[in-house]
């Protein structure tokens, strides 16, 4: 993860906007002659934007934190793993005991979630073939992982947290994964677009799908 300043991403943004006008009226630049509240709208549009990102991007795209979390693991080889409260998406997870890691977690709403739970053990996931799920316990994010031999214990576990501006103005940064800086800044500017009804907003969309290959 890199952090960026909300100046620096607002100062990309513009110049997304100012390069991708394709009628030169730069309708949206000059509706606000002084900036500022262009420069607010941006910023509101910021986290939305990361977020996004983030959630869409393939997995060899995108970096992330370690989380400090311990694992339970039952009689029947279920792993239980407590989530940060700031978290969004997993990166990568693996067991110690597993041959292969997880980047795609399956829901607890998969019909291949209540499999996990067979009393069989060719049915649910193992250190061959390991499955994990995101599902929640009284309230909290829990991750599972399907399944692990007794003594296991966490070999990775890199999530995505939720993006949050942190800091104060004018210093005010925001963390992005290393590759995904540019669709970031293209989703963002068409966001403001759409704001200003602007046809510039699909151009911009789609510019910023194009980054994420």
């Known amino acids: 993860m890199i952090s960026k300043t909300i100046a620096e991403i607002t100062k990309s943004v513009k110049i997304a906007i100012d390069e991708n006008d394709s009628a030169g009226s730069n309708s949206i630049l000059v509706a606000d002659p002084d900036q500022l509240q262009l420069d607010e709208l941006i910023r509101s549009k910021i986290v939305d934007a990361v977020r996004y990102i983030h959630q869409v991007a393939p997995s060899h795209r995108i970096d992330g934190v370690t989380a400090s979390a311990t694992a339970t693991i039952s009689q029947s080889g279920k792993v239980t793993i407590p989530l940060p409260a700031d978290f969004m998406r997993i990166v990568i997870f693996k067991m110690t005991g597993w041959t292969r890691p997880i980047t795609d977690p399956i829901s607890d709403t998969s019909p291949l979630y209540a499999m996990q739970h067979s009393k069989y053990t060719g049915?649910?996931?193992?250190?061959?073939?390991?499955?994990?799920?995101?599902?929640?316990?009284?309230?909290?994010?829990?991750?599972?992982?399907?399944?692990?031999?007794?003594?296991?214990?966490?070999?990775?576990?890199?999530?995505?947290?939720?993006?949050?501006?942190?800091?104060?103005?004018?210093?005010?940064?925001?963390?992005?994964?290393?590759?995904?800086?540019?669709?970031?800044?293209?989703?963002?500017?068409?966001?403001?677009?759409?704001?200003?009804?602007?046809?510039?907003?699909?151009?911009?969309?789609?510019?910023?799908?194009?980054?994420?290959?």
């Open 123 to 213: 049915i649910k996931g193992g250190s061959e073939k390991p499955v994990a799920a995101i599902t929640s316990v009284a309230g909290q994010k829990v991750l599972e992982g399907f399944s692990s031999p007794a003594g296991d214990s966490i070999e990775k576990l890199v999530y995505l947290p939720v993006p949050k501006i942190e800091g104060t103005s004018p210093n005010e940064t925001i963390s992005i994964c290393n590759q995904l800086l540019q669709p970031i800044i293209y989703q963002c500017a068409g966001l403001v677009a759409m704001t200003y009804k602007d046809e510039l907003a699909k151009s911009l969309f789609e510019i910023a799908q194009s980054y994420l290959v």
